[in-house]
């Protein structure tokens, strides 16, 4: 039986249920994640990793973190070494289309294969525990004053905490153009900023901030999500009058090149992995909302999120 039959029957199998895991054993699962360690894709990548492990869909998983323009280097290395390799993914999501749109990088997603999304996270801002600033109310004051002196630290540029920065001065009255934003390659150089005290604010997900906050050397004060999350004691934007909801989402994708029966056969794996404990522990521990989609209907939303950010970005002046 030739290869890309032999998949496509996996395939079909475990989109019925009746894939016995064994079928997967010899699977050697390569994870570009494009950013530096200590991130929110670093950290959904080695989630899903272990989950596969777990499932019985892989039995192993190795990793190669390239961090760097919102995941363009990384996206680049991947298209050029990964192609037609059935069992390589990437880690991607909202911010890789931010920086594509911004950066106009010469390696664009869609020339990549969309395996499936995974996981929706909110952004959180925080002040170290030494700011002289106490809420976003604080922030916001100083930033009508002075935006320049106020930072904001993150990801890279056009990452979505880098919008919603740009959304919160528009929504008080300051122009968009006038933040001073500081990007940052991966989630650990921006979390070493803000406890440094070397930005005025920094924002990224909830699980990135989670132990800082935690211990007290973080004082969260804002999310972005549109009601308060089940777990998560802070106060959205929009209860404090700021009219800004913006989600991260995070998945993968798999190489150029590859068949659709390699794509199915891939999909499948990672469908049956986010079915693993290890991935509902994942899930639990990191505070991420699950948001499973594949196939089509992924293509679409990614199709749909990447105007949706243009347009955004248009108005706040960031393109």
Do not use: C
């Not at 494009?34 to 272990?50: C, F, I, M, Q, S």
């Not at 989402?249 to 794509?263: D, L, P």
């Amino acid at each position: 039986m030739r290869r890309d039959t032999f998949i496509k029957s996996l395939a079909a199998l475990a989109a019925a249920g009746a894939l016995p895991s064994a079928a997967w054993a010899s699977a050697n699962i390569k994870i570009m994640i494009p950013a530096n360690p200590g991130g929110g894709w670093d950290g959904t990548g080695r989630a899903l990793g272990e989950a596969m492990r777990d499932a019985g869909v892989a039995s192993s998983v190795t990793f190669d973190n390239k961090g760097g323009a919102a995941g363009a280097i990384g996206l680049a290395q991947f298209f050029n070494a990964s192609k037609g390799d059935p069992n390589a993914l990437m880690v991607m999501g909202a911010v890789m289309l931010g920086g594509i749109i911004t950066g106009k990088p010469p390696v664009s997603i869609t020339q990549v294969t969309p395996i499936a999304r995974l996981t929706t996270e909110y952004n959180v801002f925080v002040l170290p525990a030494n700011s002289p600033f106490k809420t976003m109310k604080d922030v916001i004051d100083q930033l009508k004053k002075d935006p320049g002196s106020v930072k904001w630290g993150g990801g890279s540029r056009g990452a979505t905490e880098h919008i919603a920065a740009a959304q919160i001065a528009q929504s008080v009255g300051v122009p968009a153009t006038q933040i001073n934003y500081v990007p940052f390659r991966g989630g650990g150089e921006a979390t070493a900023a803000i406890l440094g005290g070397n930005v005025t604010v920094g924002g990224s997900g909830y699980s990135e901030f989670q132990q800082y906050i935690e211990s007290g050397k973080m004082r969260a004060i804002a999310i972005t999500s549109g009601q308060r999350i089940k777990g998560i004691d802070v106060p959205t934007l929009k209860e404090q009058g700021i009219d800004v909801e913006i989600g991260n989402w995070r998945g993968v994708y798999g190489a150029a090149g590859i068949t659709q029966a390699q794509r199915d056969a891939l999909t499948a794996m990672v469908v049956k992995a986010t079915q693993s404990k290890a991935w509902a522990a994942a899930i639990e521990k990191n505070a991420w909302t699950p948001a499973l989609l594949t196939g089509k209907a992924f293509d679409e939303f990614v199709d749909k999120d990447f105007a949706l950010l243009r347009a955004t970005m248009v108005r706040a002046g960031m393109v």
